[in-house]
């Protein structure tokens, strides 16, 4: 029996956890007390790991179809065939129609990213796509390196607390936020932090909050122009800041100067009185800093909303103090090397993330429009893109109309039910890696080990190096181990005090933290083009943008599509993070799926009883591209002309061929069409017309099948 420091990436990650391992199992799993940003703390999807690794669905050796594509038919093969089987296909492709007629795909920031660009580098495509990077911390990362030069974050981890945390559109005591952990805003609650909550739903901090701000969905950056409008015009803004280190101060208060109370409490249906109040608070209380979430993002005001919110914390003296809101120390830039040639499927966004991710609707377009050629191979590592990409419908035609398409995962999928070939991932304990956290901001290096093996899964690192040694491509590489002590010494060129570890020293310590800095600007500037925090964005003009954060009203709203809202009377928001899933994870696992069993549609009383709908009825709801079904959870707080459904739906029990990925799915009610941010490409996720109503037919079987299924009940002893 041994014991192992472990970093969990149940989610995008940072908790620490002790793993014992007996006879090359997993069995058991305890927070670690000493770990810097958990502090023995771990939430219940970490916490069911060990039922994640041997659960009996787990795919544990390659497969190829057998039969039409989606039949539900597989066939079991060696790795050695699986891998010579994909370097065959993608070396004839690439010399057929060259290397970008293949595409690969991943989502949110897992451990293999950096790596999956290797690999594509290595390969010769520019056409790497995800399913995260437009509407999740894409924009936000853009905001803050366009205004400040930097990413920046709440500063958890010193002695000095936050006195004030905005927290906007975000839902941290749940997600984590993307990569700082869910315990830190309730501990602050707890110790006498006051909150400001911008968020259609009462969450758990509206709850505790000073004020919340209940916008509709979708117009965030006219209430973020509002707020700084009173911030500027009654004078409350830090004077010493904005006259010594800020750029275009003038030419935003002439632009805040549009946003008048009366017209933004118009657009967001939030009272005058109260905006009044958040911009005094926020420009009162210190230090305050900011918990942002993805809510703006997945929008076509993603990039000058985010721009918007990020001055706040700056113009109210709160830029890089302790306890603000503070800059990455980006502890590792090489992990952002790949020197990639753009992608052409990219439309015209000029603005995208730092990495030139192509667009995932682009991307897939190309297979059957072949504009601007035809994309026919799709390599997807850790997504499930039938479930988390916009319009799943068209998702699904497009993917059937490949070539060849490979997915590796941990689970059969809906999305996996459609490939060639079907590559078993391996789960977080099985894995080395070091990372940074949080994720963004990178202030802590964190290392995860293998330290066990289950059937014949690899990690997705170890595919990419095996494709293209029998490709015959340079991957740089010809182990892991070696990328990941390169990683290491590269860190310790800028942080000296890293410079004794190499992966085995790590393993035994499981972190390091180099020690924090504050007030960075003020030694070395910004790192912009003025030198300065750029209200007036200079790369945004170059581009040929508007340098200045501003809002429009999204495409398909009540006020921009009155013709609609006989049909579509309600305002739709979709993807709220609920604790037991990660996106559409974990629906197959007992423990979790039993505390959340079917997805939930939150809406008003009076949405509910207009509609002839109780609580706990399903419930059809509709947009324009689509209908789906959930279970209704009627909530008085949230506003009566705003519905709020679950996302990342699929039912492992519906079985092959789909997976019931059609039935409560909310992207199938979604689509790029609704308009994309101008800048960087980002599609609306959330502030688009719905209509919902009864559904008497679909619901009690859809709850029939999950009871009766052994999803409810998997007696693990017997398998
Ligand atoms: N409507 C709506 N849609 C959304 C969102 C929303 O809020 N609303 N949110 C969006 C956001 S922010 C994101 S980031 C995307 C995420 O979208 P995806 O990245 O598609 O997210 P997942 O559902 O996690 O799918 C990833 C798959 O990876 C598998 N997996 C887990 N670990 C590994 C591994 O180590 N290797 C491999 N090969 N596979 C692994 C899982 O089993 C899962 O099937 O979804 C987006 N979609
Ligand atoms: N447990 C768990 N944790 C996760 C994930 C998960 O799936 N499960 N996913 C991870 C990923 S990929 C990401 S990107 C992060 C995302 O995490 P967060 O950024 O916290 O995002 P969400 O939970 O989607 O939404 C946050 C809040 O936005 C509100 N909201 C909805 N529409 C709007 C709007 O138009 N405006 C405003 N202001 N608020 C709105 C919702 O009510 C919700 O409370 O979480 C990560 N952590
Ligand atoms: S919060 Fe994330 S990192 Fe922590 S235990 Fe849960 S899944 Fe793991
Ligand atoms: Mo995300």
């Not at 495509?125 to 400040?148: E, V």
Request: charged fraction near 25%; include cysteine; aromatic fraction near 10%.
């Amino acid at each position: 029996m041994k014991e192992y420091k472990c970093a969990c990436r149940g989610c995008h990650g940072g908790c620490v956890h002790i793993l014992t391992v007996e006879n090359g199992k997993v069995v058991s799993v305890r927070p670690d007390k000493d770990a810097p940003l958990s502090r023995g703390h771990a939430c219940i999807k970490g916490l069911s790991i060990i039922e994640q690794m041997y659960h009996p669905d787990r795919l544990l050796y390659p497969q190829k179809r057998a039969g039409a594509r989606g039949g539900g038919q597989w066939e079991r093969v060696s790795w050695d065939e699986a891998l010579d089987t994909i370097a065959s296909r993608l070396t004839e492709l690439k010399n057929t129609y060259g290397a970008k007629c293949i595409s690969a795909i991943t989502g949110t920031g897992r451990h293999l990213v950096p790596y999956l660009w290797r690999f594509t580098r290595a390969l010769g495509t520019p056409n790497i796509t995800s399913a995260g990077a437009l509407i999740c911390i894409g924009p936000r990362k853009n905001a803050g390196f366009s205004t400040s030069g930097a990413f920046c974050c709440v500063d958890y981890y010193s002695d000095t607390r936050p006195e004030c945390i905005v927290v906007w559109g975000a839902n941290p005591t749940v997600s984590g936020g993307d990569g700082e952990l869910q315990w830190h805003p309730r501990r602050c609650a707890r110790e006498g932090t006051k909150f400001i909550v911008v968020d259609p739903q009462k969450t758990e901090l509206a709850e505790k909050a000073d004020i919340w701000l209940r916008v509709r969905p979708g117009a965030d950056g006219a209430l973020a122009l509002g707020i700084l409008n009173v911030i500027i015009s009654e004078r409350l803004y830090d004077h010493d800041f904005v006259e010594n280190w800020t750029f275009g101060f003038e030419e935003l208060r002439e632009r805040c100067a549009e946003y008048d109370l009366t017209r933004v409490a118009e657009i967001t249906w939030v009272p005058e009185d109260l905006i009044r109040r958040a911009a005094r608070m926020m420009a009162s209380v210190k230090p305050l800093s900011l918990e942002w979430g993805c809510a703006f993002e997945q929008s076509c005001n993603a990039t000058q909303t985010c721009r918007a919110i990020f001055m706040l914390p700056a113009l109210t003296g709160n830029y890089d103090v302790p306890g603000g809101f503070v800059e990455s120390k980006h502890i590792a830039p090489t992990k952002r090397d790949p020197v990639m040639p753009p992608s052409e499927l990219i439309n015209d966004y000029p603005y995208r993330s730092l990495k030139p991710y192509a667009h995932p609707y682009e991307a897939l377009d190309a297979v059957r429009s072949e504009r601007p050629y035809k994309v026919r191979a799709l390599m997807s590592f850790a997504n499930n893109s039938l479930i988390s990409l916009p319009d799943s419908k068209f998702v699904y035609e497009s993917i059937s109309a490949l070539e060849f398409f490979v997915c590796m995962d941990v689970f059969m999928t809906p999305t996996a039910a459609l490939a060639d070939i079907v590559l078993p991932a391996a789960l977080w304990p099985e894995v080395d890696c070091v990372f940074c956290m949080p994720e963004f901001s990178e202030h802590t290096v964190l290392c995860q080990q293998k330290v066990a093996q289950v059937g014949e899964c690899k990690a997705d690192e170890d595919v990419f190096i095996e494709l293209c040694r029998r490709m015959g491509l340079d991957y740089g590489a010809d182990s892991q181990r070696d990328l990941i002590n390169t990683e290491l010494r590269n860190m310790a060129s800028r942080f000296p005090e890293m410079a004794a570890l190499d992966f085995d020293k790590m393993k035994e310590l499981g972190w390091f933290t180099p020690p924090r800095t504050y007030y960075n600007y003020k030694k070395r500037g910004f790192k912009t083009p003025s030198g300065k925090f750029e209200l007036y964005s200079n790369e945004i003009a170059r581009l040929g943008g508007d340098p200045l954060p501003s809002w429009v009203e999204p495409p398909v709203t009540p006020i921009s599509r009155p013709d609609l809202i006989g049909e579509y009377p309600y305002v739709l928001t979709t993807g709220t993070r609920r604790q037991q899933y990660f996106i559409s994870n974990n629906r197959q696992i007992k423990s979790l799926r039993r505390q959340y069993p079917f997805p939930l549609v939150r809406l008003h009383p009076d949405t509910a009883s207009e509609n002839g709908i109780s609580d706990g009825d399903w419930v059809y709801i509709r947009t324009p591209h689509g209908r789906i079904t959930q279970k209704a959870r009627v909530e008085p707080d949230i506003d009566p002309r705003v519905v709020n459904c679950d996302f990342g739906w699929w039912y492992p029990e519906a079985g092959a061929p789909d997976y019931g990925w059609q039935e409560s799915n909310a992207n199938v009610l979604t689509s790029c069409e609704d308009g994309c941010d101008p800048y960087m490409g980002s599609y609306q996720l959330r502030g688009v017309l719905c209509a919902v109503s009864k559904n008497d037919d679909r619901g009690h079987d859809i709850e029939r099948r999950y009871y009766e299924s052994e999803y409810y009940d998997y007696d693990y002893d017997k398998v």
